[in-house]
C-alpha cells in the first residue's frame, strides 16, 4: 500500500476524482469538498488535509479534513483493512482529531482504531441517508412561489440558518450564521418559498462534475406542516437539474422521519448510508 498526503485539493483530485466519480452521487461529500477547497474557498484558518491510499495502483482509501470539522472517510468495505495506516498517518498529524464522518463500515473501522490509541470514546453524532433525485416530482396545491434569496433578506435568513444548524447539527453550530447567508447570496444558491412572505429556505452548497447538493432545509415551527419545505426542495432541485445538473444530492437524519419521507415524495431515492462520530475525551476528569 502507498498511503500519500496531497500538498492541496488540486493534487488530490488528480488522483482520487476519477476513481470516486464512478460512483460520483455517493461520494459527493469528499469531491464536492475537495473541490471547493480547490477553486479557493476557506472552510477554516488551518490548512485542509487531504491523503489516498493506493494498492497496486488503483485508490482502495481517501480522506479529507477541513478544520474544525470531523475527517471524512472514504473506504471500501473489503479494504478496510487500509485504514491502519490512516490512523497511524493521522495520530501523528491530528492526534486531536474531532470525529469522524464516512459509510458506516468504514467510520466504525476508524473510530475502533482510534479511541484506544487516544485515550478517547466516539460518540454518534448522526446516522444519515444519502439520497440523490435525477427526476422531480413536485408537491400539488402547496401555495406561493420559489425565490432565489436577495441580501435583503439576511437578517431573517441568519436567523434562519441559526435555528437550522441548531436542530440539524447542534454540536457543529456555525461560527457566524450570517456569513454563512451571505456566502450562499454571493452564489445565487439560497431560495425561499414564499407565500405572503419567506416561510421556509432552501440552500445548494456545492456541486461536483455532474451533480448538486441541497443543504441548509429550514423552515420555522410556525409555518410547518404546510407542504413549504416539500415545495420548496422540489422548486430548486428542479432548477439545478435545468442548469445543467444531471442529479442532486442530500443528507437526511435517520431520527428525523418526516424529512426523509418529504424528499422521497419528491424523487429523491437512497443510495448510501453515513454515520458521524465525534470523539470525547475518557480520561476521567480531575476535581
Same mark, same amino acid.
Given at each position: 500500500m502507498q498511503l500519500t498526503t496531497h500538498p492541496d485539493a488540486g493534487a488530490f483530485l488528480a488522483v482520487a476524482e476519477a476513481p470516486l466519480a464512478r460512483?460520483?452521487?455517493?461520494?459527493?461529500?469528499?469531491?464536492?469538498i475537495a473541490a471547493r477547497v480547490r477553486d479557493g474557498?476557506?472552510?477554516g484558518e488551518a490548512p485542509p488535509l487531504f491523503l489516498t491510499i493506493h494498492e497496486r495502483g488503483a485508490l482502495i482509501a481517501a480522506a479529507v479534513r477541513t478544520p474544525p470539522h470531523p475527517l471524512i472517510l472514504y473506504c471500501e468495505e473489503v479494504h478496510t483493512y487500509a485504514i491502519g495506516g490512516l490512523v497511524e498517518q493521522l495520530l501523528e %498529524?491530528? $492526534?486531536?482529531? $474531532?470525529?469522524?464522518?464516512?459509510? $458506516?463500515?468504514?467510520?466504525? %473501522?476508524f473510530s475502533n482504531l482510534w479511541t484506544p490509541r487516544t485515550q478517547t470514546q466516539a460518540r454518534i453524532d448522526m446516522r444519515t441517508t444519502i439520497y440523490c433525485l435525477r427526476d422531480v416530482d413536485p408537491p400539488v396545491g402547496v401555495p406561493g412561489a420559489m425565490r432565489m434569496a436577495q441580501h435583503e433578506d439576511a437578517p431573517f435568513l441568519a436567523e434562519w440558518m441559526q435555528q437550522f444548524h441548531h436542530e440539524a447539527v447542534p454540536n457543529h453550530p456555525p461560527a457566524d450564521a450570517r456569513k454563512v447567508v451571505l456566502r450562499f447570496l454571493e452564489s445565487g444558491t439560497l431560495a425561499v418559498w414564499n407565500h405572503e412572505r419567506p416561510v421556509s429556505m432552501v440552500g445548494s452548497s456545492r456541486g461536483t462534475l455532474h451533480g448538486a447538493a441541497i443543504s441548509a432545509v429550514y423552515t420555522p415551527p410556525e409555518n410547518r406542516r404546510n407542504g413549504y419545505a416539500s415545495a420548496v426542495v422540489?422548486?430548486?432541485?428542479?432548477?439545478?437539474?435545468?442548469q445543467g445538473n444531471t442529479f442532486c444530492v442530500l443528507y437526511a437524519d435517520q431520527a428525523n422521519p418526516t424529512s426523509n419521507q418529504i424528499y422521497q415524495r419528491i424523487g429523491y431515492r437512497p443510495i448510501a448510508e453515513a454515520v458521524q462520530y465525534r470523539f470525547e475525551s475518557a480520561k476521567p476528569e480531575v476535581v
Amino acid at each position: 500500500m502507498q498511503l500519500t498526503t496531497h500538498p492541496d485539493a488540486g493534487a488530490f483530485l488528480a488522483v482520487a476524482e476519477a476513481p470516486l466519480a464512478r460512483d460520483e452521487a455517493r461520494h459527493n461529500l469528499m469531491l464536492g469538498i475537495a473541490a471547493r477547497v480547490r477553486d479557493g474557498y476557506k472552510y477554516g484558518e488551518a490548512p485542509p488535509l487531504f491523503l489516498t491510499i493506493h494498492e497496486r495502483g488503483a485508490l482502495i482509501a481517501a480522506a479529507v479534513r477541513t478544520p474544525p470539522h470531523p475527517l471524512i472517510l472514504y473506504c471500501e468495505e473489503v479494504h478496510t483493512y487500509a485504514i491502519g495506516g490512516l490512523v497511524e498517518q493521522l495520530l501523528e %498529524t491530528v $492526534p486531536d482529531l $474531532p470525529g469522524v464522518n464516512g459509510e $458506516p463500515h468504514a467510520a466504525e %473501522t476508524f473510530s475502533n482504531l482510534w479511541t484506544p490509541r487516544t485515550q478517547t470514546q466516539a460518540r454518534i453524532d448522526m446516522r444519515t441517508t444519502i439520497y440523490c433525485l435525477r427526476d422531480v416530482d413536485p408537491p400539488v396545491g402547496v401555495p406561493g412561489a420559489m425565490r432565489m434569496a436577495q441580501h435583503e433578506d439576511a437578517p431573517f435568513l441568519a436567523e434562519w440558518m441559526q435555528q437550522f444548524h441548531h436542530e440539524a447539527v447542534p454540536n457543529h453550530p456555525p461560527a457566524d450564521a450570517r456569513k454563512v447567508v451571505l456566502r450562499f447570496l454571493e452564489s445565487g444558491t439560497l431560495a425561499v418559498w414564499n407565500h405572503e412572505r419567506p416561510v421556509s429556505m432552501v440552500g445548494s452548497s456545492r456541486g461536483t462534475l455532474h451533480g448538486a447538493a441541497i443543504s441548509a432545509v429550514y423552515t420555522p415551527p410556525e409555518n410547518r406542516r404546510n407542504g413549504y419545505a416539500s415545495a420548496v426542495v422540489a422548486a430548486l432541485s428542479q432548477r439545478l437539474l435545468d442548469q445543467g445538473n444531471t442529479f442532486c444530492v442530500l443528507y437526511a437524519d435517520q431520527a428525523n422521519p418526516t424529512s426523509n419521507q418529504i424528499y422521497q415524495r419528491i424523487g429523491y431515492r437512497p443510495i448510501a448510508e453515513a454515520v458521524q462520530y465525534r470523539f470525547e475525551s475518557a480520561k476521567p476528569e480531575v476535581v
